[in-house]
């Protein structure tokens, strides 16, 4: 049997229905608003300014670069040890260049289409967002499973290790049943579990989401692409970095033991890190470190390389 991974996206058009958002307002909507909002920020600040009281320091949003790459599976990279101050934050210690991967069928990128129709989440009002686990733009699905706060760290490996400000990261994963929003059978009119943040001054975006299911063929994972800015994060073809994330065995085998996620058990019992088609050659960077519980949630980390 073909993984979702190697299935190429011509052999599920007859299996989906046409998913088309090129009506949504989009990222340039997103960014309309950001800057109505920080326009209303700065009105703000004026009025304290003006009556004596100092204004709280502002995150500034900027960044660009690139980190030329093929998609590949290799784990191999540069590691760069030191520590340097960059936009206000220090960035110590050691840091390689994460593997560039597949995005896989289900990008949701601009960069595949569904039964002739372009699925691009990116052109969605309301992608800029933290918490992915509703859909947007109209649709009102909302993905259930064990809660997750994932937070990525971007760091340059060309520059100590130094944090990068103002790029944005999309990241996108499968539901508790393995399933992807905008393309899975019964859910191609969803959108959950996608979402685009900008990296604020200590390169970090956070978002709240579920813990993914593991589908036949592939050890559990999350996507993620790396663009230079938000203004940049509407179509594949703009990315700059595409990879993958994973997370600890023992936090996988207790979250699975929970309603929702029954197929995950016999999945995850048929693959390994070491026969996965992605993971095989190594996942030191690409696991996170993960904290928490089933009842209180989980909290997974990650810092991810990139060298610009």
């Not at 960059?86 to 560039?100: D, F, K, N």
């Not at 290790?161 to 899975?184: Q, T, V």
């Not at 940049?232 to 699975?256: E, G, H, R």
């Not at 026969?275 to 989980?298: E, I, K, L, P, R």
Request: glycine share 12%.
């Amino acid at each position: 049997m073909r993984t979702p991974e190697q299935t190429t996206n011509a052999g599920h058009a007859t299996q989906h229905e046409a998913h088309d958002h090129a009506h949504d307002g989009g990222l340039q909507a997103d960014l309309d608003t950001l800057a109505r909002h920080r326009a209303s920020r700065r009105r703000w600040l004026g009025l304290l300014t003006a009556g004596g009281v100092a204004p709280l320091a502002l995150l500034a949003c900027g960044g660009g670069g690139s980190d030329a790459g093929t998609t590949t599976t290799t784990s191999s990279g540069s590691t760069t040890t030191g520590g340097t101050t960059t936009g206000g934050s220090t960035s110590s210690g050691t840091c390689s260049v994460i593997p560039e991967e597949t995005a896989g069928p289900y990008p949701g990128d601009g960069s595949n289409s569904v039964n002739g129709s372009v699925a691009n989440a990116l052109s969605l009002s309301g992608i800029v967002r933290s918490d992915i686990t509703s859909s947007i733009g109209g649709a009102t699905g909302t993905a259930n499973g064990v809660p997750l706060t994932i937070t990525l760290t971007l760091v340059n490996t060309g520059n100590s290790c130094a944090s990068l400000e103002g790029y944005a990261i999309y990241l996108w994963h499968c539901d508790r049943s393995g399933k992807y929003s905008m393309y899975s059978s019964g859910i191609t009119d969803q959108n959950y579990l996608r979402g685009v943040q900008a990296t604020n001054a200590s390169g970090q975006v956070t978002f709240t989401t579920i813990v993914p299911g593991c589908y036949d063929g592939r050890m559990t994972h999350m996507h993620f692409e790396v663009y230079p800015s938000l203004s940049t994060a509407s179509i594949a073809s703009n990315k700059i970095k595409t990879s993958q994330l994973t997370f600890p065995m023992d936090m996988l085998n207790t979250v699975y033991a929970q309603s929702g996620y029954e197929t995950s058990v016999s999945n995850l019992a048929r693959i390994s890190y070491s026969t996965d088609n992605v993971f095989s050659d190594g996942v030191s960077t690409q696991t996170t470190t993960v904290s928490g519980s089933v009842a209180a949630g989980y909290s997974a980390t990650l810092q991810v390389g990139i060298s610009v």
